[in-house]
């Protein structure tokens, strides 16, 4: 078993690919999928088509499940078992009796990830209002979304991805981050979240009292109250 892995640690939305050496745009574009699992131990598994203004899922499974560590078991119409194998904190691996899949917190390759000097670190921490939360999904219920940093209008930088799951039970939001540049503090992170989220949190009728972030790969969470 993985040494003090939680079961919430496989929380969040992750790309269901077939484990092959496909390209990662041809892989999500032909036979991608996407994985739902929600602290409730509840589901869904998203069949994902591309549209001209974006990428539509259509689900095609829902249920509930179970993740000790070692094993991931969906429950479903059928019901799949898949032994668990982490490669990193953004791409797990799952293997079944006659078929393997792996799990991706978001649509990047281990090249996506950046190293930011120092000056550009501070222009993000100075500039953290202009880190937007955008998404390829036309339905944004169980999306995953991109943070792009975006100084001036003809700059853009990818720094990180992220999916939510709200526990409406305790009017909280988890957000689950996985950094894609480098050597940015979680106190930057949260100051970012917590204006990029702003407009999810006003409109989410659950009525949002606290968010908790969670930065993959490092083990680091973070509560905050938004109830003000």
């Known amino acids: 078993m993985h040494d003090n892995l939680l079961p919430e640690a496989i929380r969040g939305s992750w790309y269901m690919l077939a484990d092959d050496n496909k390209p990662l745009a041809e892989a999500i574009e032909k036979k991608g ?24 899922k259509v689900e095609k499974d829902e249920g509930d499940y179970t993740f000790d560590g070692d094993f991931l078991i969906l429950r479903g119409r059928n019901t799949e078992t898949y032994r668990v194998r982490i490669t990193s ?8 009796k006659k078929k393997k899949r792996k799990l991706l917190r978001g ?32 339905d944004k219920d169980d999306a995953i979304f991109d943070l792009v940093f975006s100084p001036t209008d003809d700059r853009r930088l990818r ?43 006003r409109l989410n009728p659950a009525k949002i009292q606290r968010v908790l972030l969670e930065i993959q790969g490092q083990n680091v969470m973070r509560e905050f109250d938004v109830s003000k």
């Open 107 to 138: 649509n990047f390759l281990p090249s996506d990830f950046i190293e930011l000097d120092a000056e550009e670190i501070l222009e993000i921490e100075t500039l953290a209002h202009r880190v937007k939360a955008e998404s390829a999904f036309l």
């Open 159 to 201: 720094i990180g991805c992220f999916s939510v799951d709200m526990d409406e039970k305790n009017h909280e939001l988890w957000i689950g981050l996985t950094p894609i540049a480098t050597h940015i503090g979680a106190d930057t992170w949260q100051k970012i979240v917590t204006q990029a989220c702003a407009m999810m949190v």
């Open 33 to 56: 999928q996407l994985l739902a699992l929600r602290l409730t131990g509840k589901f869904s598994l998203y069949d994902l088509t591309q549209e001209d203004a974006g990428t539509a």
């Open 89 to 96: 904190a953004w791409q797990w691996n799952l293997e079944a």
